[in-house]
C-alpha cells in the first residue's frame, strides 16, 4: 500500500479530489494516509476528518515535527495541494522524486516566488496571454522550478476575471493532480519527466 499525505493550506479541494480518486478506484493501492495543514481552521482539515484520515496542524517551519510525522505514518509520497509554505529542505531531501505540487498556471510561465493563489491569475490576465491552466511538478528546493510531470490547458475568455479563471482552472487542477499522483503510486513519475503529458482535451 502506497502511503500519500497530502499537505494543504485551505479547502482542500485537490485534496477531496485525491481522496475521490483513491476511494472509486482511480488510483489503487493507495490511500491518504495523512493530512498536515500549516494553518488552524484550513477546512481541508474536516474533509480529512469526514473521511477518517489522520490530520493535524503543524507549522511549516517545524521541520522536526514535519519528518516525525510522517516517518511514523510510513509516508511513501507527499502531495502539496495548495500548500503555502515552503517544504524544508530535509523533508525534500527525504522524499526526493516522491513530492507532487499542483500549480494554477502553466509552468515555467507566471511562478516562482509571489506567484500563488489569486495572484497567478491576476498575472495572467494582466499579461494577455490567451491560454493558461494547470501543472503537476516534482518538488524540488526551489519555487515552482522541479521537473514537470502533467499540464492541463485553459482558454482565457473575453470578459474572465481573476476570481472567475480561478474557477475554472480549478476544475483543471484536481483532474491533472489526480493523473500526476496515480503515475507516482504506479511508479511512472520518471516516464512523465522524459516526456510530460498535456492532457489532450482542452478545458475551456
Known amino acids: 500500500m502506497f502511503n500519500i499525505a497530502v499537505l494543504i493550506s485551505g479547502s482542500g479541494s485537490n485534496l477531496q479530489a485525491i481522496i475521490d480518486a483513491v476511494e472509486n478506484g482511480i488510483i489503487k493501492n493507495a490511500k491518504v494516509?495523512?493530512?498536515?495543514?500549516?494553518?488552524?481552521?484550513?477546512?481541508?482539515?474536516e474533509r480529512a476528518e469526514k473521511h477518517g484520515i489522520k490530520n493535524l496542524v503543524i507549522s511549516g517551519q517545524n521541520t522536526a515535527a514535519l519528518l516525525e510525522v510522517l516517518q511514523t505514518h510510513k509516508i511513501n509520497?507527499?502531495?502539496?495541494?495548495?500548500?503555502l509554505s515552503?517544504?524544508?529542505?530535509e523533508a525534500v531531501g527525504e522524499y526526493n522524486g516522491k513530492i507532487i505540487?499542483?500549480?494554477?498556471?502553466?509552468?515555467?510561465?507566471?511562478g516562482g516566488k509571489g506567484f500563488y493563489g489569486?495572484?497567478?491569475?491576476?498575472?495572467?490576465?494582466?499579461?494577455?496571454?490567451?491560454q493558461t491552466?494547470?501543472?503537476?511538478?516534482?518538488?524540488?528546493?526551489?519555487?515552482d522550478t522541479g521537473a514537470i510531470l502533467v499540464r492541463g490547458i485553459v482558454a482565457v475568455?473575453?470578459?474572465d476575471t481573476p476570481e472567475i479563471l480561478q474557477k475554472r482552472v480549478l476544475e483543471v487542477e484536481h483532474k491533472v493532480l489526480v493523473h500526476a499522483v496515480k503515475a507516482m503510486v504506479e511508479g511512472r513519475s520518471n516516464d512523465l519527466i522524459k516526456q510530460p503529458v498535456t492532457l489532450e482535451e482542452r478545458f475551456n
Request: glycine share 14%; with cysteine; net charge neutral.
Open 157 to 159: 475568455q473575453t470578459g
Open 133 to 143: 491552466g494547470a501543472t503537476a511538478h516534482l518538488v524540488d528546493c526551489g519555487i
Open 77 to 83: 509520497g507527499i502531495v502539496l495541494a495548495g500548500y
Open 86 to 89: 515552503i517544504l524544508p529542505p
Open 118 to 130: 489569486i495572484k497567478v491569475h491576476q498575472a495572467v490576465l494582466a499579461s494577455g496571454a490567451t
Open 101 to 110: 505540487n499542483i500549480h494554477p498556471a502553466l509552468l515555467p510561465m507566471f
Open 33 to 45: 494516509a495523512l493530512v498536515i495543514s500549516n494553518k488552524d481552521g484550513a477546512y481541508g482539515l
